[in-house]
């Protein structure tokens, strides 16, 4: 080499560091957005780094108890801002609303089915739920559920339930209860689309802000990060995401709070329903907007003060006192498993 060549040598680029939490569902979600983000940039290094969050670790309280503001996104949140990570993927329907400082939503995935489904104990296989016969058990952690299948099926009965996904297959399986609902997205990204027993259409339960699609959060100012991300983002997704989230965000309520949505986009309409329902089913407000996509989030607080002047905030704040006060909002079930 000639003593006047550059001898120069350009540093390899940054390994990219993704934060997850540890459950099974969020691992598969996380390591779907490894896949993806690897298979664009062949040249990059992407790790995951996984931790527990609050919610993880309290599985004896009903949600809607200890709160809902980062309960399964704070630890991830506090090591982007110290650098320990460079993004989070994230269950979008747990992502709050409004991001510490310095957080953004980078972008959102491409979303699966929103809706809610129906789980069931082999002895109760040839039923629907509205065939689930008078006291059935019905197991949700869900206010939202919650009150929603308690407006139509007030002749069920509905307990508490937490845990993981698999804890929460085994307890139904167990006996505990007749049936349960969870999200039709997680059931088949692990590969369990077979346990959807039903698929609960929105006239009978709108789904969660966010549910079914995955929200990447990271540094405001990572501008490296950001570009990165932008190869997996899908812009119908977010344009329906960021009018649920809208929504959400000027009733001021969280994903623990009885608030559904359901959206559509045809064209350039995008079309948000919304609810807001007592937790005992008997109260609601249900309305419809649409207009251009392209003008999601302005669509999503148009329909919550129309809804506010309809009695949306009347049955909120009666539900923000429920809460404050520690009530208990599903039925104490004792129940002997089946032999």
């Known amino acids: 080499m000639s ?5 120069t040598v350009s540093s390899p680029p940054r390994t990219i560091r993704i934060g997850s939490r540890k459950s099974q569902l969020a691992l598969v979600q996380t390591y779907w957005v490894q896949e993806q983000l690897q298979k664009h940039f062949p040249d990059r290094e992407f790790e995951v780094h996984t931790m527990s969050t609050q919610g993880d670790k309290i599985l004896d309280v009903a949600l809607s108890k200890i709160g809902d503001k980062g309960l399964f996104t704070k630890e991830l949140e506090l090591s982007m801002i110290n650098q320990q990570i460079d993004l989070a993927v994230h269950s979008l329907k747990d992502l ?16 699966e089915n929103p ?21 059935a058990i019905v197991g949700t952690s869900s206010l939202r559920r919650l009150a929603q299948l308690r407006h139509h099926f007030p002749h069920l009965t509905f307990k508490d339930i937490r845990g993981n996904l698999n804890t929460r297959l085994k307890k139904l399986d167990d006996g505990e209860y007749d049936a ?3 999200a039709v997205a997680g059931l088949e990204r692990l590969g369990m689309g077979d346990r959807v027993h039903q698929v609960i259409p929105p006239e009978v339960s709108l789904h969660a802000v966010g549910q079914g699609a995955l929200g990447i959060e990271c540094r405001a100012g990572d501008t490296e990060v950001l ?17 649920e989230r809208a929504f959400l965000r000027q009733l001021e309520g969280g994903c623990q709070v009885p ?10 309409t995008l079309t948000l329903t919304g609810i807001v329902i007592s937790v005992d089913g008997k109260r609601s407000v249900k ?11 302005q669509i999503g607080k148009e329909l919550a003060l129309r809804m506010r002047q309809q009695g949306a905030q009347e049955i909120l704040e009666e539900i923000f006192a429920q809460i404050e006060r520690g009530e208990d909002f599903a039925e104490k079930v004792s129940r002997i498993p089946n032999s």
Do not use: F
Request: proline content about 6%; aromatic content about 0%.
């Open 3 to 7: 003593p006047n060549a550059s001898s």
């Open 96 to 111: 709050p609303t409004n991001l510490p400082e310095g957080l953004v939503l980078g972008i959102v995935t491409e979303r």
């Open 115 to 135: 809706a809610d489904a129906l789980v069931v104990h082999e002895q109760h296989k040839d039923k629907q739920l509205e065939t689930l016969p008078e006291g």
């Open 180 to 182: 349960i609902i969870l």
């Open 227 to 243: 570009e990165l991300l932008k190869a997996i983002e899908h812009l119908p997704t977010a344009q329906r995401c960021n009018a």
């Open 259 to 268: 608030i559904g949505v359901n959206t559509t986009i045809e064209g350039d």
């Open 287 to 297: 309305d419809s907007i649409r207009g251009s996509a392209s003008d999601a989030e």
